[in-house]
Structure formats: structure tokens, C-alpha cells
């Protein structure tokens, strides 16, 4: 190791086993160089189990807004031995490696004695706070910035244990000293971050749909997407939302469906497996005209896979998933701000147009942290979109639109007749096929999809636009790619979708000008790659694709387009 | 009687002509209208089968939703909006067979509903296949060699899981029929009603005279509130008790659980943002 | 109406409340002429009741093999006076109406007093066979015939009610001279026919699976797929097969999957509602590579829609169902022989290849009744692919051909371990991920996906192969296409694919030759178009759709192809 | 004692040190191995969870499928090769919760298979939300109120759906619940094994102690024949008894009920195309 200069941004990696504090170090850390006035930005992987085993978190400290994966680590510092060579990529010769030599051996290594120092703090799991400080002091943060953030953090413990912690990080900072012979670190700070929340995907996505006015959750839990549930849970008795587990996924569905009907805005959480479960449901929605929400949160399959992993596997199962023909809207956002204002508008446009809009996330995305400005009020919408019923009322009108009006139970002098079989304007049976059935399929399916259409959000156009190659993402690579760009001599043009479904009707005319184009995704088949085929009738040229169940980090996506430019 | 506000006068009722369907469709009408329940606070809910065809039949609310998903929206309406009345009425295959784990799980929560269950012990829509609650031996065209199941006891299960109204009923016999359903209704929390029903196309076996022969009512001397004794006359299977088997009154419901109804009884569908709140969430963040 | 010669081929439409006896007409009226030695077709279109309501049956008889949908009728035997105009499209100032005046009016029509006749040799209820008369003597049935496929069809009946039917028959037979005024009908028989089977596509799916020696059918009962589940329990005393009606479909899946890794052959069948619950089951067998065989008979949907009705909808919901990426084969037969062959097939390519595979049918097509040779048991296959297992077995060994050796459980000295998360070759659950999993996928999605191609159908092509323009069909409608090339005097080329996924590895090749592909299908969005253009890059530049829930008529595709011509 | 030959001696195991898991697998270990059976006719199915993961650590066939659906391929092994031991480990959300409607059908089925259900009242891999069987009132990062639902009681469930064989064990009483759970593998029939099982990491409630003071032995003059008393035995909830509740011994079991091995008792996978019968179909057609 030679002593490097460290200027803009640094990269930390964290591991440990399960339950031996890297989320915490993760929590501390992030709130103290937030308020320190660092943008930050922290992404983990782990192992689907409570103890034991291998995990890790990167952190990315920056001048400026870094939110992507990044390969490798300036600084390391492991909490055990890594023995199956699980990060390996992350070490490079330049690697400084922090770590307690009883634990952990490598050749070249800054032995900080973690648990030592903490016991002489007071008590051995102090560690991590120790951890915490020696990275505060290689950032130069300041005493009462850490003061400040333990505190909070610790609120409801007692004062002396605070103190301790406080007095274990402080020790880490003066050890500290050991890393600036190896490290020279220089990163400038902006004090307008200080205001700025952090906030990873998981709370983007909660936060949303609070900002909608969620008043039911349905869900069953399950990796990765059981956060959102858990956020929706811990602040229902400020929000005043019902929040359900429920026996099962296909209870969720129908439950949410339920809780819509009756005029309440649902929510349903969940991952591949269990969307899968809900297939049937969606159909529900589909031909009742019941708006639906659900967050899918992807993970690797088939099956139960890599249930803590990462991937953008499910892209097709939403769009196709039910049985017959109905319109949908997928959105796939890839920053918090994203997540949080399509979040809001999936209720809006399900409330608007009554179809199932989905938000499709994925681990990586949800269990990454950043800061971010405080949402906009102003930009969200939380209106009910039901009307009040007169007697007469026809729950599936024939409209020019596709939209009929809906009414809900209770509210009005009509009553509301759904209908999972098909049905006439009022919501009763029909067999009249050659009328009937063709005036509700041309009202739900062919208008319905045009009005949804309109509101189609376009791509985010970047890079050089007169690139010939086109380098496209959606979802949570869109950041990655946009970094890659940033590595890269002479980037091609970029595009980002944060709405996979419907397209942009002009989607063929902004996507022909390009000779070349690249879609980048982490699955295995390339699919929306297929969709863009299938429905804008472009050629893509070449697949960017991943699926080991890790995110794309920057370089390796810089790596790939290199090697197509 | 008056005019029953709850009668659509259809012309067409997709039952068969003889159908145990129409008894039972007679009951609901003359219940929904004694209690005087209002067509558009009441929703009826059901799944999909020749019963789940009744709100069709029906002038009220209704969400006539997948076969075996009764139980989940109609918790969800009622969970929405206490102030509705919510009946489910559906079939034996429906609510046993495809939903049998909401069944369980509805139970479990106890919301303020009650089921209406059409056990013609028959697979009826889609033609005669055995049905959960179908006889050992009964022979039909997939049950080529006869029923071999154990036929699932829906009032043993539901005392099983401390449900807080059971009873079954011969939809044959009207009167008591329609009281007992009455009281199902204006029970608190969930109630299931067992209804024996004929399906005069697919089941010969258990016709209007079976369902008369094997039946009788528990008399006085039973206790309701006995969930043993409720269970062991549940159990019994030479003649088949009618009537209330079991029933708590206080037991807590559902949808009362929420805090949020406790500090507001208004229905979801009235509430509107609370923009503290999420500002307060957002604040939090920036620490 | 005018008298009229009819060559070749007469079309025959009965209508009547279900349970009113067209069924049973029907059958007797199919197997007779058959047996006279007349190609036979027969489709139906009925309500989603058991009593009332009015269906109706279309026969075509004829002198060569006509498997389609015809628009119309020649003649007309209403049981019922149809007020709701259902049937109206049938009838033409051609057609010959027949019927009892007590019970139907028309203009014009020939009055046949049936219940009459009936009650005269015997009882009422013969009045079917009184029908069945009518139209034999028009197409000159021998009495030996009639005497023949009445004993046969009633047998284990009264002979006193035979004997009556009989009569009732013969009774219809002379009242046939009143229709000879209007019609004047030859059509050459063909003895060859005689020896034909009789079979709907229901039969000819179970029959396909009893030639692939399935011994487990778990299935739950869902219009229009319980056909072949009755069927198989049917035969299960002499195919020796265990039949289970499941709980739910989710059940169905799952214990179909078990049956598979103990070895037995199972199988499925469901509609696209059932499909929908069986989404994270399909994705199980993708994970675990356990075969899995499932029929799915499409109506329309979405949610319960129209239980009794037919539409290609599902295509999408087949391809995508399940979440992840993971092989998998659709057959969509075009003919009962095709239903039978692939049906056959399908258990071999499931055992061989370790993939779920799809049988796409309709509920016209299982619905249908035609005459087809009998099977040529030589062109089937039954042979089990599991191996004996040695002790260091290793379920998921990685292979070149993407196929590991699949042993079962308790034949051979190793043990069988199967894992729904992502495993390594033992089976174990890994989180090794840029190895194990990387070359799991590697080797169940990449490699076996080039394996299951390299056995993929050709399209069967047909028509004017030079023409610019291409009609492509898939599935049920293939038939149809090929009888409306039959009106038009120029056809264009036709190709009918029996195989819709994976497609041929030079499907671009093959459809690059036309400028003009049109694609006809009965569903509303054109998924097959869809998918023939995200896969084949082909553009597809007419969409011939219908989503009524009736099936396309030979007539209808005729003017549709005419209109783009 | 000898080499337990299904112990395939992993290195890596993962659960939290401490779990009730543990002794669980110890005892599932012995068990197998005391009966004598074969690694390689005995198969454990499993759904997904902790105690789901219980096959990954025994060395003998394993069907680990999907999260709640371990019955139904339980049921299908057992029914395509009656010669396999098929031995059931898994969660109670997974049972109970997810599974649910299959906990219902397979006891109604019967086949010879055992269900030993790993209840430690939570959700353990998904990091601690309530499971059906959870105590009401006990507070988790979902229930934030504490649990309201009435907890599922598997016992009376199964007694009240007839199952043939039902218990109850505490994991930490090796040696009663190992004699109890080779019964019920010996048993002929659906067995269910309900397993008290601490979970350190997230049920700071129903800890080893809780589970010892709140149960106790249902002692000899409990008939495991009488259905009724076993009722009311398994809905005491004040202590929780421990033990057989009920056993039926001569119930027909599902794999048997089929004729095609009353003719012949060979596995499924043995049997080859009968062409005869299918020539005889189509022979028919012909017709
Ligand atoms: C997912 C799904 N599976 C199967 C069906 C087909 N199906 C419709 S009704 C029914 C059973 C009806 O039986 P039951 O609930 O007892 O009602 P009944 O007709 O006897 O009144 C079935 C299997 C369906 N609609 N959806
Ligand atoms: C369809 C589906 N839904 C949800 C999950 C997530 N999941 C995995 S295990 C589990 C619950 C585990 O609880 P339990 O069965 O009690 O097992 P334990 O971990 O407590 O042993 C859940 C909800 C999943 N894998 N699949
Ligand atoms: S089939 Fe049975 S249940 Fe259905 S309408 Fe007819 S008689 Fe009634
Ligand atoms: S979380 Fe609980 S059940 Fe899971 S391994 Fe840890 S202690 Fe055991
Ligand atoms: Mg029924
Ligand atoms: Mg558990």
C-alpha cells in the first residue's frame, strides 16, 4: 500500500455475519456524514438467514450525489474472515484493509484492536461504535456532529450508555490517525445536504403511498419487499392506515380489491413468488375495474431462489401476469425520488383509470440508502377519483374514454354491482357476445389503454443524444448506467425508463434514430429488451445483461459498453 | 307484505327449475327486508358457482368476485366501512374447497360479517364433482369409484377455531331457516350458517327427503355457549343437528381492533390526507 | 326459399335450453353419420348454465375433411324459439328452417311435429330421436346404420326403449321428404371413414397423455378443461391411473410436481384462471428441473368472464407464468391429431428436457367432435427419462447439454435432493454467487434452452408460397385459415404453427421472405403478433383478432384476408 | 451408538445460535435412525422457513419446495411410491399460515405420511411477524398493537377435520418427543406432530421456560380414542397439554384407496405403457 489521495469520494466496505452489527454500523454512519454534510450512499447484500454467515454493506462518501454501486473499496474493513472469498472483488492493491488482527489476517492490514478499545469504553459491543469513529475521523467529522447523531440515535437508552458509545466512537476517530498514513483524504462537504432526509428505496416506496393516502395494507411478508410493510406498520397510528398480514398472497389481492371497492386506498407488498400467487387476482382487477397498487419488490428466481438477492426478473410476470386481455401500469423507478412520486401517482392513475399499477423494485434498490431532498408536497396528489352514485347507476357504463365513472358502497343513492364474469353496464352476467361482450372488451381494453397511454411518462434522455449507440436501462440500473457514463472518454446516448408499460406511443420514433442500442438489465433473458421488440419494433443490438444476484456496479457496466463502442 | 325493495325482479334466474338455490334466494330477500337493511348499505358478496350466482338476484351492493375469494374482500369491505352490513353467500366447494384457507383465517379475525353457505354437497356449475363437504362413496364422473374423503365438517372446523356464531340449517325449512339467518346477521362478529341445500341435477343422493330424514334440531337443553358440547353434537353424523351450535357474544371484532376507528368511526372512503403526518415522517428523516 | 342443391357438404345447426337434448342429438347424429361413412365436424356454444338459456350445435357433414367453424346454416332445427336473436348470423334466406310450430315460429319454415311423432312411438323425450331421424333421411342413412348406432349408443338400456328410439328415428326419416322440397342434397360418402374414430379435443389431449402412460392426474374442475379430467378418470380403471381432484390448483401443481420426482408421469389440466394460481408452481418446476405437463383450455377472460366461451388469451399468461427465468415448451394444436401427437410428446420432452410444458387448447376446440383416423400408436412414445441413481449422485450436475441425469427417489443408491433455492449440483442451497449460481443459470436457462430448441415444430405450411403476403395462425384457428383459403380465389401463403414456444431458431428466416404477415388469433391484444415480434424480429402488419368469446368462422377469416388482399 | 448414517455432518448450519432447531434435528436424527430406515427410501418434504430448512441438514431424499406448499408433493410422492417414507418438516407459518387449506385436505386424504410442525409462534426467516399461531397480544415490528387475531389451534383443527394421529411435543423434552414422533412415523396414516420450539432471536415470549411452565403431560387415563374428550383436551389454554390427543387406528389410508394397487402393489414409476387399454379406447371411437 502506498498513500494515496483520496479526493471527491471514497468507497467503504463493511462485512461481518449476520447480527454482528454492520446494519448498525450502516444506520450511525449514514445519518452522522449525511449531517456532517456528505452526500452518502450505502448499499448491502446479505445472506437469507438471522445469524451467521457473510454479508456486507458499501458505502459510497462523496462530494456529490453517488448513488450506485461501485466495485471496488478504498477502505476495508471486515468484522470477520471472509473465507469463501465472497469479496474478493471489492480488494485491490489499493485497498486499505482496517480490521483487528485477532480476527481477521491479511497480509497488509491496520490493525485497530475494535473490541479492545470498546471494553475499556465499557463494554465490548461498543465495537461497532468504535468502527463508526474511525471512519468519522478519517472524514474529519466533528465532535458534536457525533455527539449529536448518537443521541438521537440512541434516544430512549440510557444516558450512560450513550455516553459510552459516544466516548468508544471518539476513540475510534483518534486511531484513526493510523489509516491517514495510507490515505489522504480530501472530499468536500456541502452543507445543504444537512436538511436532506435519507432514505433508501424501502421508504421512498412507503412514503409514497403514505403521500397517497394508503388507508389498507394487505400483505404477507416476504424478502425483499416485507420492508415497505414493516415502514407502512410503524407509522400507521400517525397515518391512521389499517395494516393487515394476511394468511396468504392471494388474501392480499383480494382483500386490497376489497378495501378499493369500498372506497379505501390499498396497498399490497411483495416479491416474485408471491405476485405469482396473486396472478388471478390481478385479473380481478382487470375486468371489475377495481384499481390495484402493488409494490413488487424483485429478487432472483424461479422459485425461492436467492430470497435476499437481487434482479429485475419479474418484468415479465407483471406484465402478463393474469389471465386475458386488460390494461396495466408498470413503474420502475430508479432513485428514491422516483420511488416516492410514482409511488404516489401508481394510486392516482389506479384510482383514475381503475387498472392494477404496479411499482416494480427490486433488493438492491430497496435496501439501499441515500439523501435526498425532502419530497415536494406540492407535486403529489392523494384525490379520490370515486363519484357519489345516483339511483340509476350503471357501474360499467360505456364511456368514450373506457373509464366509467365509479361508485363505491355506501356512498350515493345507487348501489355498485361488480362483476368478475363478464356483465352489462350494470355489473350483471351476460352472454351477449356479439354486443355486449365486444362493447366491454373495446371500453376496458382498447379505449381504457389509449387514455392510460397519454399519461405515459417518457424516457429520461442522457449522454450524447447523437451518439449512434444507445445505451437504455430501467428500473433500479438506470444510475449505474448514468455513473458508467461518467467513466466513460466519450459516452454513447443514454435513455432511462421509470414507466416499463405502457410505452410512449412514439416510443419507435425516439428509439429509431439509433443504429445501436444496448438495453441493460440484471436477468438472465433480456426482457425488456423483448418487450421493446415485441412492441416498439426496434432491434436491440445487444444485451447488457446480469443475473448472479448482484446489482451492476458502475465500472462493470462502463466495462460492457466499452466493449460494444 | 310490501313490496321487497331487495327483489330485482329478474326474468331470467340461471338456476335449474327444482333448485335449493331458489328457497334460499325466497329467505334472503324476506330477511334482508324484515330486518330493514337498506339495499344501498348492504353488500353482498360472494365467489363464483351456482350459489355465488345469488347476488346477481339480489338489488343491493355486490361484488361478485374469483371462485374461493369470497372471505378476503368482504373482511376488506367491512374493514373499509363498518357502517355497511356484509352477507357472503356462496357455495361448498367455494368456501371450503378453493377457499378453504380464508375460511380459516377469516375466522381467525372475526370480522363483523356473516356467510351464507349453500352446501348442495355437490360441485354444481361445474357440473357434479364432488364438493368438500360430498358423502364418502358418492360416485360421479371424476369419483368414478366413490368419494373416498373424509367429508370436511364446516361447523366441527369452525368450532375448532373458536368462531363466534355457527349453525346449520335446512334451506327446505324456511321459518326457522330465515330466523336463525336473521340472527346470524345481527350477530357481532363473524357468522357462518351452514344452509343444507338440493341440487336436483347433480346430487340424488342427498335429496329434500335425505336432508329431512337426517336431520333434526338441537333442542333447548343444548348450550351455545359450550364450545365441548357444541363440538360433540358437531360431530355427530347419524342425524345431523340443525340449528345454533355456537355462539360468543362479546367476543372482539375485527375491523373494532384498529385504533384508527377508535379515535373516528368514519369509513376510509371519507378520510382524507393528513399531510403532518407524512411531513413529521419526512422531518424524521433529516435527522 | 328456393330448392336448393347441396354437394359436397351440408351445415346443420341445432339450438335449444341446456338440458333440452341437443347434446344428446348430437352424439347419436355425429356417430351415425359416421358410420354411414360421411366426414362429420361438430362444434357448440353454450351458456354457463345447467337448465335454460339457449346453446346451440353446428354439424357439418360432408364428403371430404371439413374441421372448422362455418358461418352458415343450411338448415335450422330450433328446439326453442330463440327471442334473444343469439343465433341470428346463422341464418340466411338459404337456410331451411326446421321445427315443431307449437314451440318456434318463422316464416317460413318446415313444420315437424316432433313431440307428437315421439309420444306416438312411445314417450315424449324421443323427440331427439325424431330429430336425428329428420336429418339422416335427408343425407339417406341406411335403417341398418340407424338400427346399428342407436343399440351401440343405448346399450345397457331397455330394448323396449331402444326399440322405440328406433322407431321414433325411422318416423323422422319419412317426415325428411318434407324438407327434400327445399333441399336437394348429395354428398359422396367415403367408406374409408367408417373406420375413423369419432373424438372431441378433450379426447384426443387424454388420449395423447393415457399414449404417455400418465398415472397421476391431480387436477381441480374448471370449464372447459374438466372434460379431459372426466375422461381420464373414466378410463383410470383400465389405465390403471390415479386420479385426484385437489383442493385448489395451487394443490394441483404442487402435488403434480411430487409425482414427478417419485417418478410417476403427471398431469394437468386447468383453464387460464387455474393457470393463473399455478404461476409459482410453474416457477418451481423451473427452478427444481422437475417435469411438469399441464393442459390448459382457454376462455375468455379476464376473471371469471366467460366460463363457457372460447378465446386464445392465455398465450402471454403461459409464456410468463412464474416468476424468473427458466425453459419451458407451448404446443397449441390445430387438429385432433395434433392434440393427441403432441399431447404424447409433451410428457416425453417434459421427462427429457425436465421443463414445464404447456398444451394450449380452446373451448371450441375441446368442444369439438370430428372424425380422424385412429392413432398410430407406432408415431407415440412412453418411455420414462430418469436414471438409476449410483451413491454419489448429484441431482443438479452441471452438464453440457443443460440436462442433468434425473434419478428418482428409491430407485438406485443415491438420494434425491430437489431445492426450490437457488442450489449446487448436489442440490444444496447456495449462496455462492458468482459460481454456483451464475453457472446454474447457465446451465437451466442458457444451454437447455438451446437443447429444448433443437426440437422444436416447424411450422406447417400452406397456401401460395410466393405470395408477398403471409397468414399466419396458431393453435385452434389453424383449421379455419386453411378452410378460408378454400373461398378465396387467389390465396396468399398460410402457415399454422403447433409449436408457439420456443419458436424455430430460423423463424426470422422463414418470415423474413413476406412483406406482408397478418397474424389471426382470438384474442384481443394479438399476442402471438407480439410475440413473433420480440422474438423474431419480424414485423407483423395486420392484426386479425376477435374476442367475442366465439371462434373465428371460416367465412369471417376469408373476408378479413380479403379485405387486406 | 453407531454412525448415524443420516447425518450428512454439514459445517455450516443456519440457524441462530441457540434455536429450538437444533434439538429438533438431534431428535429427528435419532429418530431415524432408531426406526432403521433408509436414507434412500425415506424422503422429508419441506416448504420454506427456518424449519423449512431442516431437509438441507439430513441426509436422505428431499423434495424442499415451495413456502407453504410442502403437503400436497408430500401427498403425491407418498401416493406414487407407497414404498418411500415421506416425513413432512416445517414451519407453522408455513403449515398453518400459507398452507393452510392443504393442512385441511391432506388430513381429509389420509395418506401415510407425518407433519412435524416446528411451531415456535413467529415468522422466523422473515424476521419476526406474527405466524397463525402466535399469542394474541404479543407485539411485532408488523403487529405494532400486539396480535388480535384468535391463534390458530392446530390440535383442535385436526381433531375437528378426524385426522388419525395427532400430537403435541416440546422440542426441549428429547426424549418424550422423540418416543412421540416414532410413533408417528410408524403410524399408519396422516400424523400431525405439532413441535414447541423456542426461536432466541425473534419470540422473546414462548421462551424454553414459558413452554415448560405453560405445559404439561396428558396423563394415561386420556383415551386417544375419544374424539370429543381429545377436543376438549387440545382447546385448554391455560396449560397446554402435551402428548397424543387422538389416534385412529385402522382408518384407510389415501395411497391404498386407489384400485390400481389393490392389484398391484408396485411404485408408479415401475409401471409401464398398458397399450391394450389404450387400443380398447380407441377401439371404442370407432364405433
Ligand atoms: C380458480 C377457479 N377454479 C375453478 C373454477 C371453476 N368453478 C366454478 S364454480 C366451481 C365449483 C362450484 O361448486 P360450489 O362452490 O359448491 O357451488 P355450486 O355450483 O355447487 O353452488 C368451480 C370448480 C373457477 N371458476 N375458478
Ligand atoms: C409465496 C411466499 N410468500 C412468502 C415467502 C417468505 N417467507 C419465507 S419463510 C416465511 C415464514 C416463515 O415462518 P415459518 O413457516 O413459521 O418458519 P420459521 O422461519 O419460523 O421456521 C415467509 C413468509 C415465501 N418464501 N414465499
Ligand atoms: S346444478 Fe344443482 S345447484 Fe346448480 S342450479 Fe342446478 S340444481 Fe341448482
Ligand atoms: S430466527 Fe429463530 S427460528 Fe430462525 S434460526 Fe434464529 S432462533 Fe431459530
Ligand atoms: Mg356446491
Ligand atoms: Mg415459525
Known sequence: ?565 | MSENIFDPHVKDIAWCPGCGNFPIRKIMLEMLQELELDPVNTVMVSGIGQAAKSPQYIQANYFNGLHGRALPPATAIKTANPELTVIVESGDGDMYGEGGNHFLHAIRRNPDITAVVHNNMIYGLTKGQASPTTSKGMKTPVQINGVFLEPFNPLAAAIALDASFVARVNALDQDNTKEIIKKAVQHKGFALVDVFQICVSFNKVNTAKWFKEHSYYLDEQHDTSDRSAAFSRAIEDEKLPLGIFYEQKDKPVFEESFPLYQKDKSPLFQRILNKEALEKIAAEKTE
Chains 1, 3 share one sequence.
Open chain 1, 1 to 565: 500500500m502506498s498513500r494515496k489521495k483520496i479526493a471527491e469520494e471514497i468507497s467503504i466496505v463493511f462485512s461481518g455475519a449476520a447480527g454482528q452489527g454492520i446494519q448498525s454500523i450502516e444506520m450511525i454512519l449514514t445519518k452522522l456524514l449525511k449531517r456532517e454534510g456528505y452526500h452518502v450512499f450505502s448499499t448491502k447484500e446479505f445472506m437469507s438467514r438471522i445469524r451467521g454467515g457473510i454479508n456486507s454493506t458499501s458505502l459510497r462518501v462523496s462530494s456529490g450525489r453517488v448513488n450506485a454501486p461501485m466495485e471496488k473499496a478504498d477502505l476495508f474493513l471486515p468484522l470477520i474472515q471472509d473465507t469463501t472469498l465472497h469479496l474478493q472483488d471489492k480488494i485491490t492493491e489499493h485497498t486499505v484493509i482496517i480490521g483487528e488482527q485477532e480476527v481477521v489476517q491479511f497480509d497488509d492490514m491496520v490493525d485497530i484492536p475494535f473490541s479492545e478499545i470498546a471494553k475499556r469504553c465499557g463494554n465490548k459491543i461498543y465495537s461497532s461504535s468504535v468502527a463508526v469513529g474511525v471512519i468519522a475521523g478519517i472524514l474529519d467529522v466533528s465532535d458534536s456532529t457525533i455527539e449529536k447523531t448518537f443521541t438521537t440515535h440512541f434516544k430512549g437508552k440510557d444516558d450512560k450508555i450513550i455516553q459510552e458509545n459516544i466516548q468508544a466512537a471518539k476513540e475510534g476517530i483518534k486511531e484513526s490517525a493510523k489509516i491517514q498514513e495510507y490515505l489522504e483524504v480530501v472530499i468536500e462537504k456541502d452543507a445543504s445536504v444537512q436538511d436532506e432526509m435519507l432514505i433508501s428505496g424501502t421508504e421512498a416506496v412507503a412514503m409514497g403511498a403514505v403521500a397517497a393516502n394508503v388507508r389498507y395494507v394487505a400483505s404477507y411478508p416476504m424478502s425483499p419487499a416485507t420492508g415497505v410493510l414493516v415502514k407502512l406498520a410503524g407509522w400507521s397510528e400517525q397515518t391512521d392506515c389499517i395494516i393487515e398480514q394476511v394468511e396468504d398472497e392471494i388474501t392480499a389481492v383480494n382483500m386490497a380489491l376489497g378495501a378499493w371497492y369500498a372506497g379505501a386506498r390499498a396497498f399490497v407488498t411483495t416479491s416474485g413468488g408471491g405476485l405469482a400467487l396473486m396472478s388471478e387476482g390481478i385479473s380481478l382487477s382487470g375486468i371489475t375495474e377495481i384499481p390495484f397498487v402493488v409494490h413488487v419488490a424483485q429478487r432472483p428466481g424461479p422459485g425461492t431462489g436467492l430470497p435476499t438477492r437481487t434482479e429485475q426478473g419479474d418484468l415479465h410476470l407483471v406484465l402478463y401476469s393474469g389471465h386475458g386481455d386488460f390494461p396495466r401500469i408498470i413503474y420502475a423507478p430508479g432513485t428514491v425520488e422516483e420511488a416516492f412520486y410514482l409511488t404516489n401517482q401508481a394510486f392516482d392513475l389506479a384510482d383514475k383509470f381503475q387498472v392494477p399499477v404496479f411499482i416494480l423494485t427490486d433488493q438492491y434498490f430497496v435496501d439501499s440508502l441515500c439523501n435526498t431532498p425532502v419530497w415536494d408536497l406540492d407535486k403529489t396528489v392523494a384525490k379520490h377519483h370515486f363519484t357519489e352514485t345516483a339511483q340509476d347507476y350503471k357501474r360499467y357504463a360505456i364511456t368514450e374514454s373506457g373509464v366509467s365513472p365509479r361508485g363505491i358502497p355506501g356512498f350515493g343513492k345507487g348501489v355498485v354491482k361488480v362483476d368478475s364474469d363478464e356483465h352489462d353496464e350494470e355489473g350483471l352476467i351476460t352472454e351477449n357476445l356479439n354486443e355486449t361482450r365486444k362493447a366491454m372488451v373495446e371500453k376496458r381494453f382498447f379505449r381504457k389503454f389509449n387514455s392510460v397511454r397519454k399519461e405515459v411518462i417518457e424516457p429520461d434522455c442522457f449522454g450524447n443524444k447523437d451518439n449512434e449507440l444507445l445505451v437504455l436501462s430501467w428500473g433500479s440500473t438506470g444510475n449505474a448506467v448514468k455513473h458508467a457514463f461518467q467513466l466513460l472518454e466519450s459516452p454513447p446516448a443514454g435513455m432511462h425508463f421509470s414507466q416499463v408499460w405502457p410505452l410512449p406511443e412514439n416510443i419507435e420514433d425516439i428509439l429509431s434514430r439509433y443504429k445501436r442500442i444496448a438495453v441493460v438489465e440484471n436477468n438472465a433473458s433480456a426482457q425488456f429488451a423483448t418487450l421493446l421488440k415485441g412492441y416498439a419494433g426496434v432491434p436491440v443490438t445487444h444485451n447488457i445483461v446480469k443475473f448472479t444476484g448482484l446489482p451492476f456496479s458502475q465500472e462493470e457496466i462502463a466495462r460492457e459498453i466499452q466493449s460494444i463502442q
